[in-house]
């Protein structure tokens, strides 16, 4: 971004009238690490909070090859044409070279991001652990005040640590396909244990033996991994996105359970839940741009590097050093 400051009343009021230039330009700008842009997108979410909180937060996870970015395509457009406006934050790998997202959801989901009612906003990951990016959370805020009434998180889909969307969404839907080795992934813990539903893409065709072969095993899988509330067991579906086939189904378990959570008065310490662990990521974040401005520590950091290199100072003794240097700005 320029080195212009963004004009935030310009910004505020494009996002209320549910302009999508406007709210990809407030997202670039909560995905800024300037310290000046970050404090300019915290004032501009503090305004716009109000707008926030009533959207279906979904979140779909799965591993390559699952076809994640056609079933969200799929869905999206046929919630689009119920009169639902949907947003789709899609993380993407991050280039080793450039930074950038590698995978380009946005030009994979053409249809949905052409629609007038959807917005789509590939991000690269930028290493974050977890799936998603470090500014999703805000970003899904800043879709909400922009009108959009569903907004799904799509995950890197690189592994099974992929735990971070869960305190992100309402619901997550691990999405997977049989024939894949999925099914031994199954009964590890990982993804699957904060999974609410669990869908088996691609049940079409030559693959639909094996898709219920799969949804069996997954079935007995998910016995082993302890639930996360006695009110609901994590159902496993068919789909095909190709098809359109399950979709329906989908998404109504994805009411199901979100309806379940606000019956049994949970909805609402989730969400509180989520807003706390957003606090403190952020604490940690902020903790750790000001360690490496420190001068300090940063002295400290260069005395000890070759020391760790070297084998001659254990890892663990030389971050005690350099917290021990560290003094947090008045």
Avoid: Y
């Amino acid at each position: 971004m320029s080195r212009k400051p963004p004009d935030l009343d310009k910004l505020a009021t494009g996002i209320e009238a549910g302009e999508r230039a406007s709210l990809a330009r407030a997202i670039t700008l909560a995905e800024s690490t300037r310290p000046d842009h970050r404090a300019a997108a915290n004032a501009l979410l503090a305004r716009l909070l109000p707008r926030t909180g009533s959207a279906i937060r979904v979140g779909i996870s799965g591993p390559p090859g699952a076809g994640k970015s056609t079933m969200i395509e799929k869905l999206g457009v046929d919630l689009c044409a119920k009169g639902h406006r949907v947003a789709v934050l899609a993380i993407d790998p991050s280039s080793t070279v450039r930074g950038g997202s590698i995978l380009g959801d946005k030009t994979r989901m053409g249809e949905l991001a052409n629609h007038p009612d959807a917005f789509v906003r590939p991000t690269p990951s930028s290493g974050a652990l977890g799936g998603v990016h470090d500014r999703t959370r805000e970003a899904l805020l800043l879709c909400e005040a922009a009108g959009f009434d569903i907004v799904i998180v799509e995950t890197v889909g690189v592994g099974q640590s992929e735990t971070a969307v869960s305190r992100l969404v309402d619901t997550l839907v691990v999405l997977l396909i049989a024939g894949a080795g999925d099914e031994l992934q199954g009964i590890k813990k990982g993804v699957l244990e904060v999974a609410d539903i669990v869908a088996i893409n691609k049940a079409d065709g030559d693959n639909k033996m094996r898709a219920r072969r799969a949804r069996k095993d997954f079935r007995a899988a998910l016995h082993l991994v302890r639930p996360r509330s006695q009110h609901w067991s994590p159902p496993v579906l068919l789909a095909s996105a190709m098809e359109s086939t399950g979709l329906d189904e989908l998404w109504a378990k994805v009411l199901e359970h979100r309806s379940l959570l606000q019956s049994i008065d949970v909805f609402d310490d989730k969400r509180e839940s989520q807003r706390v662990d957003a606090m403190w990521h952020a604490v940690e974040r902020g903790l750790m741009a000001r360690l490496r401005r420190d001068p300090d520590a940063q002295a400290v950091a260069r005395d000890v590097l070759d020391e760790v290199k070297s084998r001659n100072l254990t890892p663990g003794v030389a971050a005690q050093r350099i917290m021990d240097a560290f003094a947090p700005d008045d």
